[in-house]
């Protein structure tokens, strides 16, 4: 039984070993080819399997210009006043990120206090700029599930019938769906048995 035991963790650790190194590749942060989207990539990857990485990952890809990438440091060293102050900065010039990024910290409360009805502000912000915009299609009608989503939680269903409305008129849970299974597909995975 010992023996079983020991082999079974041994080959686990094994397995896991060899998996991880696909999981976190092991990319050398000073190559000068390295694109933004492979530095941010890494950046997201290093949260879980490589922390003692994740700062100079992630400093590389806000030098490179991705600002997100601060709220994987927030994560990490619990100290997020840096994401805070990027989004807030990308808000005030009008960038639908920044507006959508305070919008969804405030409704969580990650980095700030809990406010809802800042939160509410930001997410009608947003849509106000960008509901008739045919590339924002699928964050607009996810603002409006975040809103259905704090109103119910408000009480207040009035507001919450209104943002439900809007979803089942666009048929965002059909289309989301159909983009998950598309993607599903393109990467070559498969959920039938």
């Known amino acids: 039984m010992v023996k079983t035991i020991a082999t079974f963790l041994f080959t686990t650790v094994i397995c896991f070993g060899a998996m991880a190194g696909t999981l976190f590749p092991n990319l050398d942060i000073n190559d000068p080819n390295l694109s933004q989207d492979k530095v941010m990539r890494q950046c997201q990857k290093s949260l879980m399997h490589a922390p003692q990485e994740l700062e100079a990952w992630c400093d590389k890809a806000y030098k490179m210009g ?3 990438a601060l709220e994987f440091v927030g994560l990490h060293t619990g100290d997020g006043s840096r994401y805070i102050a990027e989004a807030k900065k990308h808000a005030a010039e009008g960038d639908p990120d920044g507006i ?15 406010d809802l009805a800042q939160s509410i502000n930001l997410y009608n912000r947003y849509l106000a700029d960008n509901s008739n915009k045919v590339k ?29 409305r809007f979803l089942d008129e666009s048929n965002y849970e059909k289309i989301r769906k159909e983009m998950f299974e598309k993607q599903l597909k393109d990467s070559g995975i498969s959920l039938d048995n």
């Open 66 to 68: 991705n600002w997100q």
């Open 100 to 114: 959508l990024a305070l919008a969804y910290v405030y409704s969580t409360g990650r980095f700030v206090t809990k």
């Open 136 to 164: 924002e299609k699928m964050r607009v009608q996810r603002t409006h599930k975040d809103l259905y989503l704090i109103y119910t939680e408000l009480g207040n269903l009035e507001k919450a019938a209104e943002h439900k």
